[in-house]
């Protein structure tokens, strides 16, 4: 009971809460710590007439029971959730939104059935395009009357890729309420939008999803400069974090060990780099957890503080191709994707 | 169990952890919200051993029981605790410590023994000059080498004033562990560090006590201007707080309540006067608590918000006195009594 870490509170109601990243301890997030990211109040679910349809423009419409989909083979697969708009608050100029720190992201082994299996059983038609998902939980939005469900949509290459679940496990368990039981969708390596939870109709079309959820939020909104004004949020940016020491924290002198986590979407991640000297130098750090292609990868360094000062402290990760992070973030209207090098300072006494 | 607030974990070991401000309902803070703040790892107590010792200065020296304690006459007082280090967070440049936000600070009711009744018991000699109080909490230091126990004093006019109390019930309910069973001093007005948890010791002595938690710690220390280059922190200052909306809000068009507490640790808070404008117009909230010497006070202000924008908000207390909050924060090395006019944007949809 002493000692019990807490999520970080950012909104009750919808609850959007965060993972504390300095008690990052297992590659696994406990249940209890795992990050919760809600655009509306949780939904009311009945299990006995919960079905997950599917539909739209495939031969073979269907409606999958609870219990269907556990007779099912399952997969498992590790996958890091981060929430697009992970680190936002250190975007200067602040952008609206939840001011989501380092712990807008959790990791878990998820399981269920392929989605790929599904649509290969209802049969996608030859004109589609995409593949929208729709969650249980609905509710108004501050830009624009009327009420809407959360829904988003794929792309149908992405969609029928084999790594894509309709996880109905959480680390063994099944799924746990607030992180969508009864199902909810896993998109390995996209931000955490992309996985709806409280999942109940899949559908295929042959048109660009133009919900509110897919057009009006989830894009980089951008003025000038060489970027697009508008791009969708897709894939998590390579980034690493530190997870200790913290920010302004003062330790003694002697031996610490600099921990935190690396991710990316894109390509794997193959080294995290530490600088002590304000990024003149840099170190490799070692690996505590091994590859895995859609988890988050802890890292260590031992630091050997043997002068008295103020440090500043910087982490970075290098994906395969040689890919690094920008030391500036690339600030967007909406806060999203922020993986500038992150930088802390640490007083030694 | 939905919707659960939590601490905000600043720190796991010594546990550092944040009243989530934005769930300011009650004026009382629920038991397992009650922020926390530790110097050193919980102590081990032991009920059968335990006893209060006074002495030192006095011409009775005595140990007490808890169970002596809880015959004599018990006093009950609403007393609200913040941290020196409360909104150390929003110090630039930032300073060393733990990184509070709005939320160091919480509200109870403390019973307990009158600390008066106890000195004036012992006989307090004519020489004395200050009062010592020693925690069980003990551990090292980063700055310096050796062992040292929690231990601050008061002055004897401040020791002696009737409100100080060793209070061994919080709420009604016996002291929790985590804030300083079996008895802690609470010292009314005075930043949280005065106010000693697990208390074991009272010592009357002749000269300024020298401990590090009285000259290195908890000491506004600055450089060049006018002020004093090394001022101990004792009372809190006169500080109000925003606890919804929260910094970088969404809403949507219409009326909201904005809704916060006030707290000043020399005279009684007599206004709380909101800004939508940055400042240009003032607007006086209305009290939602009533006047209690010791304790915060909310206060809530309906606000119009017909206009689609962003706005900077503000809210500052005005003492009986006339005094207010600066605009710019009283910056010092060490990051404690930040009470400049908190200022967060709202983003109107």
Redesign the interface.
């Known amino acids: 009971m ?2 019990q ?9 919808p ?1 959007n ?1 965060e993972f ?1 990243m ?2 990052l301890s297992s590659r696994i997030t406990p249940e209890h710590l795992f990050y919760v990211r809600n655009h509306f109040p ?1 939904p009311v679910v009945d299990l006995s007439s919960w079905k997950l349809g599917i539909g739209g423009l495939v031969d073979q419409p269907a409606n999958y029971s609870y219990e269907d989909l556990l007779r099912m083979p399952q997969y498992s697969l590790a996958v890091t959730l981060q929430c697009a708009g992970e680190k936002r608050a250190y975007f200067h100029p ?4 939840e ?1 989501w720190e380092l712990g807008a992201n959790s990791h878990a082994v998820w399981t269920g059935v392929r989605l790929a299996d599904l649509l290969r059983a209802a049969g996608i038609r030859r004109n589609a395009l995409e593949v929208t998902f729709e969650g249980m939980d609905r509710g ?1 939005r ?2 624009m009357p009327g009420e809407f469900t959360f829904m988003r949509s794929l792309p149908i290459p992405v969609a029928c890729h084999p790594d894509l679940l309709i996880a109905l496990y959480m680390n063994g368990q099944p799924l746990p ?2 992180h969508g039981y009864p199902a909810r969708l896993i998109v390995p390596g996209w931000y955490g939008m992309a996985s709806v939870k409280w999942l109940q109709r899949i559908t295929v079309i042959d048109e660009p999803f133009q919900g509110p959820f897919q057009t009006n939020d989830y894009v980089y909104l951008r003025e000038g400069g060489d970027q697009p004004a508008s791009e969708p949020v897709t894939r998590i940016r390579l980034n690493a974090m530190i997870a200790q020491p ?7 002198r002697g031996n610490h060990w600099i921990t935190g986590a690396a991710i990316a979407g894109d390509h794997p991640v193959a080294l995290v780099e530490i600088s002590i000297d304000h990024g003149d130098t840099w170190h490799a750090a070692s690996w505590i957890d091994p590859h895995e292609t859609y988890a988050w990868r802890r890292w260590c360094y031992l630091w050997g503080a043997d002068q008295k000062g ?1 440090f500043s402290m910087m982490a970075r990760a290098v994906d395969l191709l040689g890919n690094t992070q920008p030391v500036r973030p690339d600030w967007n209207k909406k806060g999203y994707g922020y993986n500038a090098i992150q930088k802390i ?1 640490v ?1 030694v ?1």
Chains 1, 2 share one sequence.
């Open positions: 002493l000692y870490p807490h999520l970080i509170t950012r909104r009750i109601v609850e809460q504390p300095l008690s949780y602040l952008t609206p939104g001011q108004g501050t830009d309420f607030r913290t920010d302004q924290e003062v330790i003694a103020t300072q007083h006494e």
